[in-house]
């Protein structure tokens, strides 16, 4: 076996591990609030603190993996991450359980900034989106097994084993990375570099701001103290950042990256693309389960074209964007995730099996035709030196788009649903009607991510092979 598909299989669990443990967690919130005499409220925070402190730190730890082992900061964060979920499954408080999920949003951090680099690194130019497109297959598995997973562990087991499940998992992932992962340091500094420490702890406690804005503001009141507190902090931190990073010698973003029309289009259709998805995340369940009344069991099933969809057409889409370039399946899977949000908005009250799967399957497809190239043009775009900045900049605009979506959603419904009610139609007809209105929003947005998609550059994989290493400013 040649040592770029190793890699792959080193990083491999390291991509089905956290979706399985984020998607299996949901369903069981209810389920842990009763366990640690919590209320419903509280339990939200399990999946929050993990957010918050994986998403803060992304960037910092995506720098860090330009300056050292990269090899080395995905086992450290592997092992961190497996020690958080045994930590958290063997909780015996619910402040215990929190403080194991930071522990366990740490080790994440650590991985997820790097993974990108690291398959880059080990592929070819002209095989890097094929590269991340099987990558991505990893992700999607566990997305869509970790619902129906979460639901078999709690019937046959508890809630701790919704944590517990990963410390085998974890295991055997970081064997594979030991075993089958190489250093690939980057051999072009002549220097050793310094690590800004006052950039990341600036960027970090912007993100930690906006972050929490976005989680809580629906729960606070978007005109609350706390939010609009929060929501100045975080502008004044990242206005500081910016400063701060246009000074230091050695910055831990180089704003110059952002010149590059493919690097920046790149990430913020990323931005917008995870803000559209993660609407239909967070809208379809309640518009399947309250709206029109479906059980957990089929709207479960419901659920699934998406990601299934997602399985098969993210590395056909890495493989095509490899001969032909990303801007085409970009824009193109844009389009038709826009199109299946307006189809889902039109279905009218009483949509059965045979409406509701087409306009699923379709926003499944549109993902997979967005994802791999995306990402891939995202990594391309970066010169060897920042390939682990990159990675940790494309990592933090999925977690954002992710929250902004989240909040998107949730200020829908909440300013849609009195407004329906106020035109006296009853209470379902009221529901059904808001989320209506989120699939509109979210297909505008994704009409906005396939303009971004647009103005990109349209370069090859191969095409970029010949970019000069930039010389590193050094500290």
């Known amino acids: 076996m040649s040592q770029k598909w190793r890699t792959m299989l080193g990083v491999s669990l390291g991509a089905l591990c956290p979706p399985i443990g984020v998607s299996t967690i949901s369903i069981g919130l209810p389920v842990m609030a009763a366990a640690l005499h919590q209320p419903v409220t509280s339990a939200e925070w399990v999946i929050v603190v993990y957010t918050l402190v994986i998403t803060s730190l992304l960037m910092t730890f995506g720098r860090l993996g330009d300056l050292i082992s990269t090899k080395l900061l995905y086992v450290v964060g592997f092992i961190v991450f497996t020690l958080g979920a045994l930590a958290s499954g063997l909780s015996p408080s619910f402040g215990w359980l929190l403080a194991s999920r930071a522990v366990q949003g740490l080790g994440g951090a650590m991985m997820f900034s790097v993974a990108a680099a690291i398959v880059t690194r080990a592929f070819p130019p ?11 297959v990893f992700i999607y598995a566990g997305l869509t097994v970790g619902p129906l997973l979460g639901a078999f562990v709690l019937v046959t087991w508890s809630w701790r084993g919704l944590f517990l499940i990963n410390v085998p998992l974890g295991i055997a992932g970081i064997a594979l990375a030991l075993f089958f992962l190489r250093d690939e340091a980057d051999r072009t500094r002549r220097q050793p570099a310094r690590f800004d420490i006052p950039g990341a702890l600036i960027g970090s406690l912007a993100l930690f701001c906006l972050l929490l804005v976005l989680s809580q503001g629906p729960t606070w009141g978007f005109s609350s103290p706390p939010t609009i507190g929060l929501l100045l902090a975080s502008v004044g931190l990242v ?19 952002f010149n590059d029309r493919l690097f920046s289009a790149s990430l913020a259709s990323s931005v917008l693309a995870y803000l559209a998805i993660f609407m239909l995340n967070l809208l379809v369940p309640f518009y399947l389960i309250h709206g029109l009344g479906f059980d957990y069991f089929h709207a479960g099933i ?3 074209p998406v990601p299934v969809a997602m399985v098969v057409f993210a590395p056909i889409s890495g493989w095509f964007s490899d ?7 970009t824009s193109g899977g844009m389009l038709l995730m826009a199109a299946s949000f307006y189809w889902l908005s039109r279905l009218g009250l009483h949509p059965d099996y045979a409406q509701l799967v087409p306009p699923l399957l379709l926003n499944g497809i549109g993902t997979g035709l967005f994802t791999s190239p995306n990402n891939s043009a995202v990594m391309g775009a970066a010169s060897r030196p920042r390939i682990g900045t990159a990675a940790g900049l494309l990592a933090t605009s999925r977690s954002l788009g992710m929250a902004l979506g989240t909040a998107t959603a949730a200020a829908v419904i909440a300013l849609r649903m009195p407004a329906h009610l106020a035109d006296h139609v009853g209470a379902t ?6 989320y209506q209105d989120g699939f509109l929003v979210a297909s505008a947005v994704a009409l906005l991510a396939a303009v971004t998609s647009m103005v990109r550059g349209s370069a090859t994989s191969a095409d970029r092979t010949a970019r000069p290493v930039e010389p590193q400013t050094i500290g």
């Open 126 to 136: 002209s095989e890097r989106g094929l590269a991340l497109g099987i990558n991505a």
């Open 323 to 329: 001969k032909v370039g990303s801007r085409a399946l």
């Open 429 to 434: 007809v009221a529901t059904l009607a808001s």
């Open 239 to 257: 206005i500081g950042f910016v400063r701060w990073e246009q000074r230091a010698a050695a910055p831990m973003v180089d704003l110059s990256m």
């Open 302 to 304: 419901l659920l699934t």
